[in-house]
């Protein structure tokens, strides 16, 4: 891990002086998490690509940003790919609220232990990616970061700048969540049936 | 990540392993073509910036050989008016004895005997012979054309009076001296000559 910032280190420094193998290891090595993170969190690819471009350009612009003292070039990138996703979905309004969250479970339905298993592989991967998308922002970001990049609490807790316990609690609370939301849909598609 | 005992909680496996499926079912990278529009981004800007640095380079090269040669240039001494307007000293031979004190009055007569002007020859001769003193009433602004060299024939101590620097004990002997002189009779410098 000390070895990975230091290399890091050596890597922003000789980018800095305008190396482009530099700049191509950095990019090789974040792009594919960043990319995957900003994907997930909006749903939208254009915003994936989007956000990989603007953390790498920012990099590129001041890489005498980056303060080793205060954590990992990683959590850097990660940090800029939020701001900027958050950014992109404000802008796409494709956000929704905590309290619309909370006010939507409880119309949920409880029983949702065979749900998953009604459900048809592609029908399931289609209803989680859509119940993923429509969590509050700090749940979803634990279930990217946790379940979908499958970081430890320990490194999603680095990421989010807050405690391990936070993020598991968050995590469970997501994972609560997005089963209520397959139960609904599939409430919703057996009335369709009939 | 958390372990999951699917046989305990069923609906956990399962959504664990839907999002499992979700997460390899989505794209592992960014596009390619962000990659090489980030390097081509990167070329440019260090293009700009090597650009800019060496426009800074130059700018201060040149603002500094101009401070430096302006400084030079102020530093050099002025050349002295009597070295450059020096002609040829015509002999005033006074008609009367004179006592005046104004190296503008012309008239001198020897009065002293050989002896004696042989002393003040020696001692005229152990100063500097061929140069021309600056007077107190030197001028280096004075253009040299409007300067003229007067040869004269005073007492030392009228000479000591102008400025001259003639020993203290040659007071009374006559000395044969090159005056340059403005053209408003103002002496600037003076050469002894005997």
Excluded at chain 1, 27 to 39: D, N, P, W
């Amino acid at each position: 891990m000390a070895e990975r910032l230091s290399d890091d280190q050596e890597l922003l420094r000789q980018l800095a002086k305008g190396n482009e193998d530099a700049f191509r290891t950095l990019y090789e090595r974040y792009q594919g998490r960043i990319y995957r993170f900003a994907l997930h969190m909006s749903g939208n690819p254009a915003t994936g690509e989007e956000t990989t471009q603007e953390v790498f350009l920012a990099l590129m612009g001041k890489p005498k940003a980056y303060d080793p003292a205060k954590g990992s070039l990683a959590g850097y990138l990660f940090g800029m790919a939020r701001n900027i996703t958050r950014r992109a979905m404000r802008e796409t309004a494709d956000d929704i609220s905590l309290d619309e969250e909370t006010e939507r479970d409880e119309f949920a339905v409880a029983g949702d232990l065979d749900v998953l298993e009604e459900l048809t592989n592609g029908e399931l991967l289609s209803a989680l990616r859509q119940a993923v998308l429509t969590l509050p922002e700090p749940y979803r970001e634990a279930v990217v970061l946790c379940d979908l990049e499958e970081l430890s609490y320990q490194e999603a807790a680095d990421l989010l700048e807050c405690a391990p316990g936070t993020v598991a609690s968050r995590l469970n609370r997501a994972r609560s969540i997005l089963k209520k939301k397959l139960s609904v849909q599939r409430a919703r598609e057996q009335k369709c049936a009939t | 990540m958390r372990d999951i005992d699917p046989i305990r909680n069923p609906s956990e496996a399962l959504l664990s392993a839907a999002l499992n499926r979700l997460a390899k079912g989505s794209a592992r990278q960014a596009p390619t073509g962000v990659g090489e529009q980030l390097a081509q981004q990167f070329r440019r800007h260090h293009r700009r910036r090597r650009r800019t640095r060496a426009v800074v380079v130059f700018s201060l090269a040149v603002g500094l050989t101009f401070a430096v040669a302006l400084l030079l240039s102020l530093q050099q001494p002025a050349p002295t008016a009597p070295s450059v307007a020096l002609q040829p000293a015509p002999v005033v031979t006074p008609e009367q004895p004179s006592q005046s004190t104004s190296p503008r009055s012309v008239a001198a007569q020897e009065r002293t005997s050989p002896a004696s002007r042989r002393n003040a020859k020696a001692v005229v001769s152990n100063t500097n012979e061929n140069a021309f003193m600056p007077l107190g009433t030197y001028d280096p602004a004075m253009v040299p054309g409007e300067l003229q060299v007067v040869r004269l024939e005073l007492t030392g101590a009228d000479l000591r009076l102008v400025g001259a620097p003639v020993a203290e004990d040659l007071a009374d002997r006559r000395v044969l001296a090159d005056i340059v002189v403005a053209s408003d009779g103002t002496p600037y410098a003076v050469r002894l000559v005997r």
